[in-house]
């Protein structure tokens, strides 16, 4: 679906807005605290009915309110739709598509898919694997929704296995049901192993090329690392059988696909622990801009982007190539403090939204011109 259209009711700084989206560039510009990540994260909030900022989403409640409804609009090839999102802490997400009220905007088939660079997803490269490995698991999401069934049935046969190993360290039972759940476990974990290292087959290219193209300096390459050796689901049983002694004493599962990681390198050594706050950085946009390139190319449509003042820390050149990249294709969304810093931005092509505290105005001369405060 392309958004073109996202409106916030008692959304963080914004009583009542209303603002148009280009099909392809819009840049949301105004001075530091005026209100643009805001916006953002408002249309992240109406794509995915969650926060991309805060797990506490209370706090995208304006100040003072006790609800906040975020709409958006948008087309594809079946025609007009809208997406209603009404959230009341304490209460259920009020979800409706096209008017039909809905549990989980996940699974909606009409959503956009969106993909966000934030300064705080840095967490993504520098925090642990687990967030690496979930992050993963969702571009597989992306790319093959079928194969989310595969994950979570390891994750059920993991939480039986280890409920049985922690009734055994607690003295609670034996071990001889341990076996079947090993072999339960081993198939969907091969299963889940093949599709990381598939999904990580098809980014490593892109995102080596873009790292470069971005200014990193070296190789960059991606990495996946999975724990098993195993090729079949029979090795890896066999491999959890060999390690049962020191699960059992331990009271949880140590092997498997569960403790894998996707390993972001730079000539050879790990950015999480070597890269530069810059480097950081630079790594995980072109991970994201690897990641709409692969799905571009299997799904038939990039995900929107959303790109949170990433401008400010490159070179006129850099900028330049990658406003190229991102208007080459799909739906976009950049925030800058300075208009200046996003090369193009006057085209009549793009729409440019500024903002000032609770108010945007809209500059877009290809489309319907709106006004809102
Ligand atoms: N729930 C809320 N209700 C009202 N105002 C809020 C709420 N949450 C944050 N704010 C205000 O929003 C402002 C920050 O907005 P935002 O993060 O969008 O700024 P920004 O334009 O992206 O700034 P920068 O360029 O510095 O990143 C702050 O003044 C903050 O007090």
Not at 144 to 164: D, E, M
Not at 215 to 230: D, M, N, Q, S, W
Not at 265 to 291: C, I, P
């Amino acid at each position: 679906m392309i958004v073109s259209r996202l409106s916030l009711r008692d959304f963080r700084t914004y009583d009542r807005v209303q603002v148009p989206l280009g099909p392809g560039l819009t840049v949301v510009h105004g001075r530091n605290g005026a209100g643009k990540t805001n916006l953002l994260e408002g249309l992240y909030f109406g794509c995915t009915a969650r926060s991309c900022r805060t797990s506490n989403e209370r706090e995208v409640l304006r100040f003072d309110q006790a609800a906040a409804r975020i709409e958006v609009e948008g087309h594809d090839r079946d025609g007009d739709h809208t997406i209603a999102v009404g959230f009341q802490p304490g209460e259920d997400k009020r979800i409706k598509v096209d008017g039909v009220p809905v549990a989980r905007l996940l699974d909606a088939a009409v959503r956009p898919l969106v993909s966000v660079f934030l300064p705080e997803r840095l967490e993504l490269v520098k925090g642990p694997p687990a967030l690496r490995r979930s992050h993963l698991d969702a571009v597989i999401t992306a790319l093959w929704p079928g194969r989310t069934a595969n994950r979570t049935a390891y994750r059920q046969a993991l939480a039986q296995r280890n409920a049985l190993l922690a009734r055994y360290k607690h003295g609670r039972g034996g071990r001889e049901a341990l076996a079947a759940w090993d072999l339960e476990l081993a198939r969907h974990g091969i299963a889940l192993r093949d599709d990381r290292a598939q999904a990580v087959a098809l980014l490593q290219d892109p995102f080596a090329e873009i790292a470069a193209e971005l200014g990193l300096t070296g190789a960059g390459e991606l990495r996946y690392r999975p724990r098993t050796k195993a090729t079949t689901a029979a090795e890896l049983a066999a491999e959890l059988a060999e390690r049962v002694d020191s699960d059992l004493e331990r009271g949880f599962t140590g092997h498997g696909p569960h403790r894998d990681d996707l390993a972001l390198l730079r000539d050879g050594r790990e950015l999480r622990v070597y890269g530069s706050q810059g480097e950081q950085r630079l790594a995980l946009l072109a991970l994201l801009l690897a990641e709409r390139d692969v799905l571009a190319a299997e799904r038939g449509a990039p995900p929107l982007l959303l790109l949170d003042d990433v401008m400010s820390e490159l070179d006129a050149d850099r900028r330049a190539l990658l406003v190229a990249r991102i208007t080459a294709a799909g739906q976009s969304l950049v925030t800058t403090t300075d208009l200046a810093h996003v090369p193009g931005a006057e085209d009549a092509s793009v729409v440019r939204l500024h903002v000032t505290p609770g108010a945007v105005h809209v500059d877009a001369p290809g489309l319907r011109a709106v006004d809102a405060a």
